[in-house]
DNA sequence: ATAAATCAGTGTATCGCATACAGAGTTTTA
DNA sequence: TAAAACTCTGTATGCGATACACTGATTTAT
């Protein structure tokens, strides 16, 4: 028996608006669904996902705790919403882009995306089922199914993309704010552990010193997800000339 | 200013028991660190991450609450112990196997890990910090390493398949326990909402009639996990021919 | 031996959080 | 003008992580 707190039918209502449509009797309703995801929204982007609370969000609006309750049966929903809500129009390829400009651009996107909004990696992963969600992933259906790509292929390719895409996202961010240590104490300590003899390549690509200049993690992170992504592409390609071919 | 509640350093020192050696002095300790990490592991294997409360772990052990943190410096510390507890030895490549058959092995080894403890997927995802999840991850090195990448390309490969083949197995893990809804009423107001005209491929891609025979969405997402793999193995062939040749 | 040092385990307390429930007040319709 | 429907409030419950102070055991230095 799933979870299923208020329904994941509830919850496609929620996203889509489509909700029955409120009598017209009582009081008229100060809060909105819209208004209460907004608001949650600017928490988690100010001060993370954990800021987050039901109390917090209703104190930032003027009303209890509870009223909330009365627009949004779960925090688990509202979550969801504010995802939704993040996600602005997906990327639209230029008229004489290739369908692979098209996954290139909206890796980009995405990755710029979960910048744009960290906590969002910090939310458990679902499935794309508000509009916004779901438009975003059509995006790359669209260019994935132009390429050549047919029936079930799509969706895996489309999966694996996005999922390889936000975990190295969630890596890198990890890596930014500093959650994992690469502190010089930290990394001193890991290359001792990881023994050459035990963990030869690990060892070998630990830092020996100091990072020098700078050494930006996000940069990097995102070099090494496009090094996948073409990689991937190319198999694509190679994949459908032998088909057509 | 990073979170290190109890130092990544600490983490460290649990994760390969090389802490300061415990004074020989006061009572003898009737738990220890595996002992704990053991039985959390155990209510994780059978109730889910969710079940496992300081509290229930410390009354499974026959001890109080409190007594855990004489060992473990916070929860998110015993996750990260359980994680890697949970990490048996990589999966090891037969005598004859190429390095693509070894990529190939670690990710389904990779697979089943994750449906053998299907909790870790709730887990946060942090860095292989741990000798077992080093090891792991070590051998999938080894193996794009013998394949021919070098350097960063080795990282960026590995990451790139860690993260997707994580990404799958929790859609997976989701849609096999129902907790996203794929139930007929909820795949109608899908397929409802999301209109041909705007969502082109994803409306075609939902299921017309319920699911005839079972549809199993594990093997379903396996299938899908393989195409992405074999695609990019075939790009990094491509890559390597033209690097070398 | 005996006191000081060190550590294990307990009990109690706090704080934050999601959410149930029972009104009180408001607006619309029969 | 009463009933219905609905919003918002206040209060309460229960759970979870974890701080703190204390009891008692064990070892070592005197």
Redesign the interface.
């Known amino acids: 028996?799933?979870?299923?707190t208020g329904g994941?039918?509830r919850?496609?209502e929620l996203l889509?608006g489509?909700g029955s449509p409120r009598g017209a009797r009582g009081p008229r309703p100060g809060l909105s669904v819209p208004g209460i995801t907004r608001a949650a929204l600017a928490i988690a982007d100010a001060e993370g996902l954990g800021a987050v609370s039901m109390q917090r969000v209703a104190k930032d609006l003027g009303y209890t705790t509870m009223s909330l309750y009365n627009y949004i049966p779960s925090k688990d929903q509202l979550i969801e919403l504010m995802i939704d809500a993040a996600t602005p129009e997906p990327p639209a390829p230029e008229e004489g882009d290739g369908w692979r400009e098209g996954v290139e651009q909206w890796v980009r996107a995405t990755w710029d995306l979960y910048r744009a909004h960290k906590w969002i990696l910090?939310a458990?992963?679902?499935?794309p089922?508000g509009?916004n969600q779901?438009?975003w992933?059509?995006s790359l259906?669209?260019s994935l199914?132009r390429g050549g790509l047919v029936g079930?292929?799509?969706?895996?390719?489309a999966?694996?993309l996005?999922?390889?895409?936000?975990?190295?996202a969630?890596?890198a961010a990890?890596l930014a704010?500093?959650?994992?240590?690469l502190?010089t104490?930290?990394n001193d300590?890991?290359r001792r552990?990881?023994t050459p003899d035990?963990?030869?390549?690990?060892h070998g690509?630990l830092p020996t010193d100091p990072p020098p200049g700078g050494f930006d993690p996000e940069e990097?992170?995102f070099?090494?997800?496009q090094?996948?992504l073409?990689?991937?592409?190319?198999?694509?390609e190679?994949?459908l000339q032998r088909k057509s071919g």
Do not use: C, Y
């Not at 028996?1 to 299923?4: C, I, L």
């Not at 704010?177 to 240590?181: H, L, N, Q």
């Not at 035990?198 to 690990?202: G, H, K, N, S």
């Open positions: 028996m799933p979870r299923d994941t039918a919850t496609i889509w489509v910090k458990p992963v679902n499935a089922l509009p779901m438009a992933f059509e259906l669209q199914s079930g292929e799509v969706m895996a390719v999966q694996h996005l999922a390889s895409t936000r975990g190295q969630a890596i990890d704010t500093g959650e994992t240590g502190s104490e930290t300590a890991l552990l990881a035990r963990f030869p390549i690990l690509l990097e992170m070099a090494g997800l090094l996948g073409r990689l991937l592409l190319d198999g694509m190679r994949h």
